[in-house]
Each structure stands twice: as C-alpha cells, then as structure tokens.
C-alpha cells in the first residue's frame, strides 16, 4: 500500500512538473521572439526632398568629374602621406602627380646690399634723421627694414618709407620668407568611372579636402607620382615647380 501512495506521488509531482513547463513564459521551439514595439526609438527620419538634392548634386559632381580631362584632390598637408598611399594603391602610373601649394607666413622689407660696412652705417644714420627707426644692418652689409606677416603689412610700410625719405630707399624691395605647405593637390589624368567612384569613396576619410574635374594642368608644372608609395609626401616639404604663393597672417 505504501508504495503504491509513492508512485501515485511521484506520478502527480511529473504531472505538476509537465504543466508548469507547458504553461510557462518562454518562447517555445521554432517561434521567434516577440518584439516590444513600445521599446523600439525612431533614431532619424529622412527629409526626401534633402536626400533627392543631395542625389542630384552628387550626380552632376559625378558628371562633371567624367567629362573633365583631369581629376583633382585637394588635401591638407597632414593628410597628404596617407592620400598617396591610398592612391598609389590604385596603380595609375605616371597618370598620377602632385604639388604642393605654398604660401609664404613672413615678409622681409630690405635695401640693397652696401658697398661697405662704412657705407651700410652712413645709411642707417640717414634713415634714422628722417625718423625710420626699424633699421639694422645684416652680415652682408643689406639693410634690412623689418619682417612683417603679410605683404599688405609690408606694402604699407615701403610707401611710407618712400614718404618718409625717398632718396634714401631706393631700390627698396619685399621678399618673401618661411614658405610653408597649404595644401596639397593630387591629380588624375583621364580618370574613368571606377577611378572616379574609388577616389569619391576615398575622399569621405580625408576632412575638409576637395575632389573636382578640372583641366589637365601642363605636365611642366607637376611632380610624376609613379611610385607613391615608396616617396610619401612630408608635410611642408615642396615637391615640384610651379607652386603658388600669397601672404599667409594678417
């Protein structure tokens, strides 16, 4: 009798056991999770009339870089060792150059060289009768009569030493001084469709550069880049003929 009430026990526990299983809160096999909608967040909508601007002006980009018979990227100097690399990857050849624009951060203001230290001493004195104080003679007797940070800055003060004593500085002359790299610009000769998509994607890794078509510049003004990768560019370093210049503080 005793074992009997055992196994009807047992029986009923099995039972119980089944039922809370069957009944309980967890995805059965083969049923995919319920989703709580109320949880879900709309991160951003997308304005359509944006997005179809920003379409059509990527495809006249994308025209205008076809139709050209050069491709530029115009990068930062820090950014232009890994602009060449990425773009010596894509093995253009000698389609492929450079150059570095630079524009000049100092402008020295000076008199021609002097026969003689005699000579450089005599003028300095002159100049400062006629009240032009900034006036020191250099290692090879020219008369320097100071550095400014612009060429404007400079132009301003040759007029008013022409003002101030014109038989003095003449032949007065600004030269530009401390050149340094603004940008580089890497340019792609006959660019075709997967070039241009390449070179498009590539630009997204490179803030505030530049892609456009342009006209193919002479080939005297640029540096062949057919092997960029082995020659990274150094940041402020001149690289070929034809760079421009212009005043670079205020």
């Not at 009430?5 to 999770?33: C, D, K, Q, W």
Request: hydrophobic residues 50%; glycine residues 4%.
């Amino acid at each position: 009798m005793a074992r009997f009430i055992f196994l009807l026990l047992l029986v009923a526990n099995l039972a119980f056991a089944g039922h809370i299983y069957l009944t309980s809160t967890h995805p059965r096999e083969g049923m995919g999770v319920e989703v709580n909608r109320e949880a879900m967040k709309v991160l951003s909508i997308a304005d359509p009339v944006k997005a179809q601007r920003e379409a059509l002006e990527a495809k006249k980009l994308v025209e205008s870089m076809t139709t050209a018979s050069c491709l530029q990227l115009t990068v930062k100097p820090a950014d232009a060792p890994r602009a060449q690399t990425a773009l010596g990857a894509m093995t253009l050849g000698d389609r492929l150059s450079l150059k570095n624009v630079e524009e000049f951060t100092r402008f020295a203001v000076a008199l021609p060289v002097q026969r003689d230290r005699k000579t450089a001493d005599t003028l300095v004195a002159n100049l400062k009768k006629a009240n032009v104080k900034d006036v020191l003679i250099m290692a090879d007797n020219t008369v320097s009569l100071g550095l400014f940070s612009t060429e404007d800055a400079a132009k301003r003060v040759v007029a008013e030493m022409e003002t101030k004593a014109a038989s003095l500085v003449k032949g007065i002359t600004i030269t530009p001084k401390n050149p340094q790299t603004k940008e580089t610009v890497f340019t792609i000769r006959a660019p075709d469709a997967l070039v241009i998509g390449k070179v498009a994607l590539m630009q997204r890794d490179f803030e505030a550069s530049v892609l456009k078509g342009a006209d193919c510049p002479e080939a005297t003004t640029t540096a062949s880049v057919a092997s960029v990768v082995a020659a990274p560019v150094a940041p402020g370093t001149a690289a070929a003929p034809g760079v421009t210049a212009g005043a670079a503080l205020l």
